[in-house]
C-alpha cells in the first residue's frame, strides 16, 4: 500500500457497504431521499421452512460440538459486532452469497456467473464502446486492455449491450467504499457497438484483503483462515431480452487464485492476458447471455 494511501477502515467501508445495500436493494430511502428496488415478501410457508432448517441446523451443531455457555456468548457478542461495525454485506457475500449463486445459475445457459459482492454502485459514468475506466492521472497498476464481444446463446451478436464494470484499485481497494478515492474511479458503464463489441481500458487490479481491523476479520484471526480474495474485474453485462449476468474475472496465476476467502472463483472467469507491447497487456473475453426467462 502506497504512504499517501488514506487506511481503508473496516467501519468506513462497512457503514457505506450496509448504506449503499439499504438504499439499492431494500427501497430504504438513502439520505438525498433516493431509494431502489423494494425487497420482495416471501410467503409465511416458505419462511416458516427456511427459518425452522435453519434453527435446527444450528441446533445440531450445538449438540454434535458440545458447545458450551463461553461459546455462546462469544458469538453472540461478536454478531453483534458485525452489525455494529457495518458489515453484514460483507460477511454474507463472502461466506452465503456463492451459494445462492450456485443455485440460481445452475440451468442459465452462457457465460457463468458469479457472486455481485458488496462493492457495486448503480448509475457509472456512461462511456462508448472503446474507452478508458475513469482513473486518476498516474493510477498505479500495469494497464489492461479488456476486449470482446457480447452475442446471444445462438451467437448473434448485440449491440447496445451494457457492461457495468467495477474493480479495486493497485491497492486493492474501491471507490465509493474507502476513502481518499475519487468517486466513480475504476468505475463505468460501458456500451458494446453494432457488432457486439468493446475495448476497454483499465489496470488490473490488486488482490482485495478483507478488512483485518471489523468484526470479519476477527473471525479470520481467530478461525486461523486468510482474509484474501484473488484480484478481480467485477461485471454486470446487459441487454434487451436477455437476463442480466452478474460475473467476475480473475488472472491466471494470480495470487489467492486457489484460495478465494469468498469461494467465487470459477475456471471459466480465468483470464490469460499477454504482453501487449505498449508496456501493458491484453486479453480478449467474449460474454454470452441466456435468453430472458418467459
Ligand atoms: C470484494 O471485493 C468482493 O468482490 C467480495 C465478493 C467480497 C468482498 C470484497
Ligand atoms: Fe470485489
Redesign the pocket.
Known amino acids: 500500500m502506497s504512504d499517501t494511501t488514506v487506511k481503508a477502515t473496516a467501519a468506513a467501508s462497512g457503514a457505506s457497504a450496509t448504506e449503499r445495500f439499504l438504499t439499492d436493494k431494500t427501497g430504504k430511502a438513502d439520505k438525498t431521499g433516493k431509494t431502489g428496488a423494494p425487497a420482495k415478501d416471501v410467503d409465511t410457508v416458505r419462511v416458516d421452512t427456511l427459518a425452522t432448517a435453519v434453527i435446527t441446523a444450528v441446533h445440531d451443531v450445538i449438540r454434535r460440538h458440545q458447545v458450551t455457555y463461553d461459546e455462546y456468548n462469544a458469538l453472540k457478542s461478536w454478531l453483534i459486532a458485525v452489525g455494529q461495525d457495518g458489515e453484514w454485506p460483507?460477511f454474507l457475500?463472502?461466506w452465503v452469497?456463492h451459494v445462492v449463486e450456485e443455485v440460481a445459475g445452475e440451468s442459465r445457459e452462457g457465460t457463468k456467473g458469479t457472486?455481485?459482492?458488496?462493492?457495486y454502485a448503480p448509475d457509472a459514468p456512461a462511456l462508448p464502446s472503446v474507452a478508458t475506466l475513469p482513473m486518476r492521472d498516474g493510477e498505479a497498476g500495469t494497464p489492461l486492455l479488456f476486449q470482446g464481444r457480447v452475442t446471444g446463446a445462438e451467437g448473434a451478436p448485440l449491440p447496445g449491450a451494457v457492461l457495468e464494470m467495477w474493480q479495486?484499485d493497485d491497492d486493492g481497494l474501491?471507490a465509493q467504499f474507502a476513502p481518499g478515492i475519487p468517486e466513480w474511479n475504476l468505475r463505468g458503464r460501458v456500451v458494446s457497438d453494432d457488432d457486439g463489441r468493446f475495448a476497454v481500458t483499465t489496470i488490473q487490479p490488486a488482490p482485495?484483503q478483507?478488512p483485518t481491523d471489523g468484526s470479519c476479520g476477527r473471525l479470520i484471526a481467530a478461525a486461523g483462515w486468510h482474509a484474501w480474495?484473488p484480484a478481480?474485474l467485477?461485471l454486470k453485462v446487459s441487454a434487451p431480452g436477455h437476463q442480466t449476468l452478474t460475473t467476475?474475472l480473475y488472472f491466471k496465476d494470480g495470487a489467492y487464485i486457489e484460495t478465494d476467502?469468498?469461494s467465487?472463483v470459477k475456471p471459466e472467469l480465468v483470464l490469460d492476458p499477454q504482453p501487449a507491447g505498449t508496456g501493458g497487456n491484453e486479453v480478449t473475453y467474449d460474454f454470452v447471455l441466456a435468453p430472458a426467462a418467459l
Open positions: 460483507l457475500d463472502v452469497e457472486i455481485e459482492g458488496p462493492y479495486a474501491y482485495y478483507i480474495r478481480h467485477h467476475q476467502v469468498a467465487a
